[in-house]
């Protein structure tokens, strides 16, 4: 790997969880997977691992009895592929977010379909998804929640669950999920209790803290709290973190929930086998927040345009991380006058700076002069673009257009900028390219 690529790769989210070798991921909203061509690109760009925020889901894989239906787990699946991501499953046994229909079954009837429901899900994507929340908020007040499933079954279900889930796909990692256990109390006091009894059992490999938190109150104990389940020999991993904030947001609370999301990733990197922190959406506009807490909002990285806040900056900062640096600007000494720009066009240059096999990651760089660049390749065999970001881009056949989005437009003379980046199929290829300058 070459210095230049190294410097560039820490510019990211993604690169730098990369290099530490851990995850950032982001919760994904099918409906914008599909139709928002920048919401799958800065995706890509920016995480290693998805989750799905609705679409693995009891009520809708399976929403009548025996139907099941995995097009939107299918959809994701696919795409963190084509992207080279992991994906966490999210969730099988949930007291929410269940069909009517086994919430009306009991005894032996709502256990087979329990298991049932386990076993398809996981045998349908087993090798593609690399880990489940199999049990989510089973506990309430120190004690098991009494849901449908404690009722219908008996304390039993969570051990059975977990059996199930360790025998469709022995490959998978199994955790358990929760909210409001972020610190040392009494609800993550009884997940302890009940994580030691399922580990002695062979049957968890990770605890998930959600960490749906309110401005300026990650709790101090927080690390001590993950360590010492750490030391039980689960991963831990940061699950749905969001930060919310009373609205309107002003720049000092968008500065504190900056620093708030920069101690909960310390505290990840600073334990050992923490796996990863995934953020619960990616824009503000998309959180599940201002509809479910009146008045507070705004909890995520990225603004409803996709321009990042200073939370951004924080993450990228603790994962090692920065941004590039702006150009800069030379001031001739007196006297002197500015050369003349060089004649002929722009040139460009694509150059590979991963293969994983399946697909393949390049990076494109543009030297000037030129206020607006078109760059046009034509591709040797059977490549093609899967995504790609910071460009538009126009394929037909093996001929390639691509334009700029019109704030990397503009390269001072003999200045190269990286200008974007995009994940190709078929052989990796770094074909010969055509600038024409603006």
Known sequence: ?????????????????????????????????????????????????????????????????????????????????????????????????????????????????MVDHITTTMNHFEGDVDSWDVANEVVENGQLRNSFWLQG???????????????????????????????????SDRYYQLAQDLTSQGLLDGMGFQAHLILGQVPGDMEQNLQRFADLGLDVRVTELDVRIDMPASQQELQQQADDFERVVNICTNIADCSGVTVWGLRDGDSWVPDTFDGQG??????????????????????????????????????????????GDCSAVIEVVNDWGSGWQANVSVTGPTDGWTLSWNWPGSQGISSSWNAD?????????????????SIASGQTQQVFGFIGSGPAVEPSVTCSAG
């Open 1 to 113: 790997m070459s210095t230049q690529f190294a410097t560039a790769q820490q510019s990211t989210l993604r690169s730098a969880a990369d290099s530490l070798g851990i995850d950032i991921g982001v919760a994904v909203d099918d409906n914008l997977l599909q139709n928002d061509s920048t919401y799958r690109n800065v995706i890509s760009e920016q995480f290693n691992s998805v989750t799905a925020e609705n679409g693995m889901k009891m009520e809708t894989v399976q929403p009548s009895q025996g139907n099941f239906d995995f097009s939107q787990g299918d959809r994701l699946v696919q795409f963190a592929q084509q992207n080279n991501m992991s994906v966490h499953g999210h969730t099988l046994v949930w007291h929410s977010q269940s069909p009517n229909w086994v919430q009306n079954l009991s005894g032996a009837e709502m256990e087979q379909a």
């Open 153 to 187: 079954i008996g304390s039993d279900y969570i051990e059975t669950a977990y059996s199930a889930a360790r025998q469709a796909d022995p490959g998978a990692d199994l955790y358990l999920n929760d909210y409001s256990i972020d610190g040392i109390n009494s609800k």
């Open 298 to 343: 705004a909890p995520l990285l990225y603004n409803d345009d996709y321009s990042t806040k200073p939370a951004y900056d924080a993450v990228l900062a603790a994962l090692g991380g920065s941004q590039p640096p702006p150009p800069t600007e030379t001031t001739e000494p007196p006297g002197t006058t500015e050369p003349p720009p060089p004649s």
């Open 393 to 409: 881009i126009t394929e037909s056949g093996s001929s390639v257009t691509a334009s700029d989005v019109g704030w990397n437009g």
